[in-house]
C-alpha cells in the first residue's frame, strides 16, 4: 500500500443548515446555508471580522450555533464534540509544541487517541513522507522555516485521517515567496489525497490559485457562491465585485428611452448604451481594469464604447501599466501590457478610455 493510500479516507461532504450564531447581541453569522461537494477544495473569504473564521471553527466543534445544523457525510455532527467529529484543523498559528521533535508533535493526536505504538509509527512516517519532511523527524519547531513548520502542522493534521481537513489562514505567517510555494504544495497534497478541505482567507489571491469554489461572506452573510472565474466574471453585487480584484465602479442614471438611451455620468459624459442592454433601475456599470483601453484622445473608438478621461497617475507593474485615468469626476483603473520602446501616457495628458460592451456589468447592490 502507498503511502497516500495508507492515510485516505473516502471523500465526504460538509453541508452547512440554516446557521445563525451570535455572541450576545453580535449576531456574527446570519442563515447560513452552504453545500461542499466530497472532495473539494473550498474556500471561506471575506475580510477581517465577516464570519469566516467562526462558521470554520463552528464546523470543527470550537463554537455551537443558536439555530441550524452542520452535516458531514450526510450524517448530523452539530451535537458532537470536537473529538468525535472526525474532523483535523490547521490553526493560524500551526500550533506546535515547541519542546517536541517534528516526529512527536506529528504523533501527539494518535497519541491521545490511544493508537497503538507501532501503528503511531507507521502514520508518522507516512505523512512526514507526504509533506517532504522525513529527514526533519527529529528536529525541533525552532530548528524549521516557517514553510517547514506549516507542513509539521498539516502532516499532524493529516496522520489522524480526518474526513474533513480545515486551515484556518495557514498561509498568513509566511512571507510572499513562500506563501506561493506552500499554496501550491497545500493544493498538489489536497489533490493527491482527495480530502475534502476548507480554507478560510482574506486573500482573494490565495483562494483564486488554490480553490474549486469560493464562499464570498461579509457581515455574517455568504454574498455568492461559485468558481473564482465565475465570482470574477458574474459577481452577485458590488461587495463580491470590489472584492475579487480591482473594480471600476461608475455612478449614473439612464437617460432616453429606446435605441437612444444613455448612461450620464457625473461630470458630463454620456455612454451610449445598446438598445438590446439590460440595466437594472439604480444600476453602476462596473467593469475590470484590463477590459478597458486605453488611446489617444484623437483616436475612434473601433466600435467600442468611448469615454474621455484624463491620466491622474501611472504604476509600472512589469508585465503591464496601471494607469489611474479621471472620467469625469470619478477615477478608474486601466491596465495596458507594458511593451518595451512604447511611450507611455504622461500624467495630465488627454486620451481615452474604450471598452467593448460584452466586459460591462450592471449592478444595482
Same mark, same amino acid.
Given at each position: 500500500?502507498?503511502?497516500?493510500?495508507?492515510?485516505?479516507? #473516502?471523500?465526504?461532504?460538509?453541508?452547512?443548515?440554516?446557521?445563525?450564531?451570535?455572541?450576545?447581541?453580535?449576531?456574527?453569522?446570519?442563515?447560513?446555508?452552504?453545500?461542499?461537494?466530497?472532495?473539494?477544495?473550498?474556500?471561506? &473569504?471575506?475580510?477581517?471580522?465577516?464570519?469566516?473564521?467562526?462558521?470554520? =471553527?463552528?464546523?470543527?466543534?470550537?463554537?455551537?450555533?443558536?439555530? !441550524?445544523?452542520? &452535516?458531514?457525510?450526510?450524517?448530523?455532527? *452539530?451535537?458532537?464534540?470536537?473529538?468525535?467529529?472526525?474532523?483535523?484543523?490547521?490553526?493560524?498559528?500551526?500550533?506546535?509544541?515547541?519542546?517536541?521533535?517534528?516526529?512527536?508533535?506529528?504523533?501527539?493526536?494518535?497519541?491521545?487517541?490511544?493508537?497503538? =505504538?507501532?501503528?503511531?509509527?507507521? =502514520?508518522?512516517?507516512? +505523512?512526514?513522507?507526504?509533506?517532504?519532511?522525513?529527514?526533519?523527524?527529529?528536529?525541533?519547531? *525552532?530548528? &524549521?522555516?516557517?514553510?517547514?513548520?506549516?507542513?509539521?502542522?498539516?502532516?499532524?493534521?493529516?496522520?489522524?485521517? #480526518?474526513?474533513?481537513?480545515?486551515?484556518?489562514?495557514?498561509?498568513?505567517?509566511?512571507?510572499?515567496?513562500?506563501?506561493?510555494?506552500?499554496?501550491?504544495?497545500?493544493?498538489?497534497?489536497?489533490?493527491?489525497?482527495?480530502?475534502?478541505?476548507?480554507?478560510?482567507?482574506?486573500?482573494?489571491?490565495?483562494?483564486?490559485?488554490?480553490?474549486?469554489?469560493?464562499?464570498?461572506?461579509?457581515?455574517?452573510?455568504?454574498?455568492?457562491?461559485?468558481?473564482?472565474? /465565475?465570482?470574477?466574471?458574474?459577481?452577485?453585487? &458590488?461587495?463580491?465585485?470590489?472584492?475579487?480584484?480591482?473594480?471600476?465602479?461608475?455612478?449614473?442614471?439612464?437617460?432616453?428611452?429606446? !435605441?437612444?438611451?444613455?448612461? +450620464?455620468? /457625473?461630470?458630463?459624459?454620456?455612454?451610449?448604451?445598446?438598445?438590446?442592454?439590460?440595466?437594472?433601475?439604480?444600476?453602476?456599470?462596473?467593469?475590470?481594469?484590463?477590459?478597458?483601453?486605453?488611446?489617444?484622445?484623437?483616436?475612434?473608438?473601433? !466600435?467600442?464604447?468611448?469615454?474621455?478621461?484624463?491620466? +491622474?497617475?501611472?504604476?509600472?507593474?512589469? +508585465?503591464?501599466?496601471?494607469?489611474?485615468? =479621471?472620467?469625469?469626476?470619478? /477615477?478608474?483603473?486601466?491596465?495596458?501590457?507594458?511593451?518595451?520602446?512604447?511611450?507611455?501616457?504622461?500624467?495630465?495628458?488627454?486620451?481615452?478610455?474604450?471598452?467593448?460592451?460584452?466586459?460591462?456589468?450592471?449592478?444595482?447592490?
Amino acid at each position: 500500500m502507498n503511502a497516500i493510500a495508507a492515510l485516505t479516507t #473516502p471523500a465526504v461532504s460538509v453541508d452547512i443548515e440554516g446557521v445563525n450564531l451570535s455572541y450576545g447581541d453580535n449576531h456574527v453569522l446570519k442563515n447560513v446555508d452552504l453545500s461542499i461537494q466530497p472532495g473539494e477544495f473550498f474556500a471561506f &473569504l471575506g475580510p477581517s471580522g465577516c464570519g469566516k473564521t467562526t462558521l470554520l =471553527r463552528l464546523i470543527a466543534g470550537f463554537n455551537q450555533a443558536d439555530t !441550524g445544523r452542520v &452535516l458531514i457525510g450526510g450524517k448530523d455532527i *452539530s451535537g458532537l464534540p470536537p473529538w468525535k467529529r472526525d474532523v483535523g484543523m490547521v490553526f493560524q498559528s500551526y500550533a506546535l509544541w515547541p519542546h517536541m521533535t517534528v516526529a512527536r508533535n506529528v504523533a501527539f493526536g494518535l497519541e491521545e487517541r490511544g493508537v497503538g =505504538r507501532a501503528e503511531v509509527d507507521r =502514520r508518522v512516517a507516512v +505523512a512526514l513522507d507526504l509533506v517532504g519532511l522525513g529527514h526533519l523527524a527529529g528536529r525541533r519547531p *525552532s530548528q &524549521l522555516s516557517g514553510g517547514q513548520q506549516q507542513r509539521v502542522a498539516v502532516a499532524r493534521t493529516v496522520a489522524v485521517e #480526518p474526513k474533513v481537513l480545515l486551515l484556518d489562514e495557514p498561509l498568513s505567517n509566511l512571507d510572499a515567496k513562500m506563501r506561493v510555494q506552500v499554496r501550491r504544495e497545500l493544493r498538489d497534497l489536497q489533490q493527491r489525497l482527495g480530502l475534502t478541505t476548507i480554507f478560510v482567507t482574506h486573500d482573494q489571491e490565495e483562494a483564486n490559485t488554490i480553490c474549486d469554489r469560493i464562499a464570498v461572506m461579509n457581515d455574517g452573510v455568504v454574498q455568492q457562491v461559485g468558481t473564482p472565474m /465565475e465570482l470574477y466574471e458574474r459577481p452577485a453585487n &458590488l461587495f463580491v465585485a470590489n472584492f475579487l480584484g480591482t473594480a471600476n465602479i461608475l455612478d449614473g442614471r439612464i437617460v432616453g428611452t429606446g !435605441g437612444e438611451r444613455h448612461f +450620464a455620468i /457625473e461630470g458630463g459624459i454620456r455612454l451610449p448604451l445598446a438598445a438590446d442592454a439590460v440595466v437594472p433601475a439604480g444600476a453602476k456599470l462596473v467593469f475590470r481594469p484590463q477590459h478597458a483601453a486605453l488611446t489617444d484622445a484623437t483616436e475612434n473608438a473601433g !466600435g467600442g464604447l468611448a469615454l474621455p478621461c484624463v491620466v +491622474a497617475h501611472r504604476e509600472f507593474l512589469g +508585465a503591464s501599466v496601471r494607469y489611474g485615468v =479621471r472620467v469625469g469626476t470619478t /477615477e478608474v483603473a486601466v491596465d495596458t501590457p507594458f511593451l518595451s520602446g512604447h511611450d507611455l501616457y504622461e500624467v495630465g495628458a488627454e486620451a481615452t478610455v474604450t471598452l467593448s460592451p460584452h466586459a460591462l456589468i450592471w449592478l444595482s447592490v
